[in-house]
């Protein structure tokens, strides 16, 4: 069996995330492994996603994994699941793997869009892919300071959305951009890995230090209390892509 | 009562398109009169559209104007016909016009986008407005060559989807602009005025030269003919988009 590797971009807005989650699900996982089966005629294929992206989440750099073995060629495999695949996923390209590549373990970094409208009249084109904030002007400034101590690696069991995650909630922020637009905010997370919920969770908190609920320097002491409750609420999932998959 | 402007975006995917056309419909125009109407509590407010798009066509600069009395400011009005519109239509801006402006009569120049799609795999997110075309790669540089003598002032009857149109059927049109890339290619149409479905049956004309089955330089007997039956099928409404309306 080969190990194949492919790049998938998907509007996730009416898929249950990512991950397969039962007979009965409707996911992005499940989609692709289904036309993988038929196009192999076998009856399992599993495809590995490098992100595991919640119900509603969106992507454009998604990296999946599979191994098969077909007589098709890359372009042909990409071919047929564009062909099987419903509009709102798209293979973007499918290229033969190192043979213990691995989407999931062996990212290396990982990037985060998430768009927050100002003015709903100006989205009309991409209104299922971003969060309408109806509130007052966010402090934009405030929500920069607030960043600076989010960087670098902590503990982020705050902004952990599972109460059951009994591995490390270490994880390591290589940066967080905020770019601000007559129309919208866009907060940009680079990182290594991401807990579940954790873009969201950040984004909520941020919006309260926008809002001026919240001291853009109380973020080292919400890191230290290790306690999802003082955090932030989770941002709506429309307004998060997984843009980009980074691999050494 | 004063006269005013606005510019106004929409998806058109769900709508009947701009204009009203009896009690049951669903036109971007009745929702707007609604809106005005309930706004200045009077039982009629007339909008009038630059561009009629029909059913399926989007808009992303359609201008409109209307009379009503009221107090609130532009930015007021703006802001009340955004809070009941529909996330798929916009008005990005209300101004005071001309006592005698109307947006329609006075308009000098539209621009209208085509958008062809190559590969539905790249168009996840915006595939709502792009036709796919699903054909082998089509010739450009005919397509191209082709616009030459579709270029200037003629009578389009060959190009007009209303049969019983009684009045002129001439019509200038400034530029004819195709712009190819990796994934799609964009017919950028730019004229004084359009007949009704004139774009798309330009676009479903240009396919076919496209396709090798139409020749390029076909254009000027097929004006000539003024014969709607000798021009190609008219191109699917989603790939439409009302880009532009300028006034003198």
Redesign the interface.
């Known amino acids: 069996m080969k190990n194949y590797r492919m790049l998938v971009?998907?509007?996730g807005t009416r898929y249950n995330g990512w991950q397969k989650q039962g007979d009965t699900d409707n996911t992005i996982q499940e989609k692709l492994e289904t036309i993988l089966c038929r196009m192999t005629g076998t009856d399992q294929v599993d495809v590995h996603g490098a992100g595991r992206t919640d119900a509603g989440v969106?992507a454009?750099g998604q990296v999946a994994q599979f191994r098969i073995d077909t007589e098709l060629s890359t372009g042909d495999i990409?071919d047929y699941l564009?062909t099987y695949?419903p509009?709102?996923?798209?293979?973007?390209s499918v290229d033969v793997a190192a043979p213990r590549f691995h989407s999931r373990f062996n990212a290396t970094q990982k990037t985060y869009l998430y768009r927050i409208g100002k003015?709903?009249?100006?989205?009309?084109?991409?209104?299922k892919?971003i969060y309408e904030y109806r509130g007052e002007p966010l402090d934009v400034a405030a929500m920069k300071m607030a960043t600076i101590q989010l960087r670098g690696e902590h503990d982020f069991k705050s902004f952990c959305g599972n109460p059951r995650m009994r591995k490390s909630t270490v994880r390591k922020l290589f940066a967080i951009h905020i770019r601000e637009n007559e129309h919208e905010i866009d907060i940009e997370f680079i990182g290594e890995g991401f807990l579940q919920y954790m873009v969201r969770i950040l984004v909520g908190t941020l919006i309260e230090v926008g809002e001026g609920r919240r001291d853009p320097r109380s973020m080292d002491a919400l890191l230290e209390a290790r306690d999802r409750k003082l955090a932030g609420p989770t941002a709506p999932a429309c307004g998060l892509t997984l843009m980009e998959v980074r691999y050494n």
């Open positions: 971009q998907y509007d969106h454009r990409r564009n695949l509009d709102d996923i798209g293979v973007l003015d709903k009249s100006y989205h009309v084109f991409d209104r892919y």
